[in-house]
């Protein structure tokens, strides 16, 4: 069997792999000068791999239409990912919140794992390769047309896998190709939306102050206001940029309201907020107590000058103007009404969202291929006979923590494998 992939990231090469390991004649063809642009960058460069809890628990941490990817990780789980990537020498390692990255902290050997594996499997790989269109006969994939150098070339397929990735880090040729190819063969591609995304937010004078200021260890809380009902809660990281919040703790309650109703018109309503608290292990009596024995040993001092021990520098000057105690007043003459005001800041520090960072910055998409048009235990297509998807193209997207890597992983695979 003839098999072509269009995209070459890591759908595209476990494809690749699942698809060779069968002995089909197996072709990758790539836009981009070389394999695996976008997970070059994943993880901070450093390539977070896959998740290391059960790949039973998967599926809980898949907001975007998890339970499609029941059979995809039977076929191929996160241990048969590490399993290939040891036989190619690299090894692994476990980090906080079970993340998986490669020992040598580079996305590029993970990379260069897999191109190992697909140089093995004889696996012919055409880069620079723009796809202008599948070629579809009789209501089935049957080949490929391609652009390399200005000259155009067809070559015929018995199975085509379309894992051309989303619509953000278009740098790394997820332009949104394969979208607009499988639209033009009759599929349904769904509202396209920025998955895994930084916020802005209305407070941006308040943020540019707090720029490059990293939260660890807070409790964040997005609320609906309109319904006075929490949406997503989190613990763990965060930090201020020029134009609002990001961090870890913040990309993955992205993905979690990405789809929530009316989130637009909520967001221009200001009834998104983002509720902080910087202090959760205090309780608000215990921290009135901490606060008190602070106040006690700068008793002399200004108020402004009492809680370096208490908040990073870049918080202090904010929080007291939002406690609206007066900076210049004897620590001592802080009244219980103004602590109160403190903790209250302090417990419940408010930011209203007003919309998703631009999706081309996102992580990953949210939205693609309808999943009602495509078979989960292959990934054929429902419409097409002969055409698979596999990776970001397709409507499932996850919170942060190897997630997305692995959907790629398992669609990638299953979708190479032999019916």
Known sequence: MKVVIIGGGAAGMLAGISSASSNNETIILEKMNSLGKKLRITGKGRCNITNNINIDEFIQNIPGNGRFMYSAFQNFTNEDIIKILHEEGLQTKVERGNRIFPVTDSAQSVIDALYSRLNKLKVKIVTGANVEDIIVKEEKACGVKYIKENKEYAINADKIILATG????????????????????????????????????????????????????????????????????????????HFGVTGPTIISSSSHIVRYKNIEKLFANKKIVLDIDLKPALDNEKLDLRIRRDFEEFKNKKFKNSLDKLLPQKMIEPIIDLSKINAEKKVNEVTKEERKALIDVIKRFELHLSKFRPIDEAIITAGGISIKEIEPKTMESKIVKNLYFAGEIIDVDAYTGGFNLQIAFSTGYTAGLLK
Do not use: W
């Open 166 to 241: 989303g619509a953000s880090y278009k740098a790394t040729g997820s332009t949104g190709d394969g979208y607009n190819i499988a639209k033009k063969h009759g599929h349904t591609v769904t509202n396209l939306k920025p998955g895994l995304i930084p916020f802005e937010c209305y407070e941006k004078e308040l943020c540019r102050r707090l720029q490059g200021l990293s939260l660890k260890n807070v409790s964040i809380k997005l609320i609906d206001k309109e319904k006075n009902k929490k949406i997503y809660e989190d613990f763990g990281e965060m930090m201020f940029t």
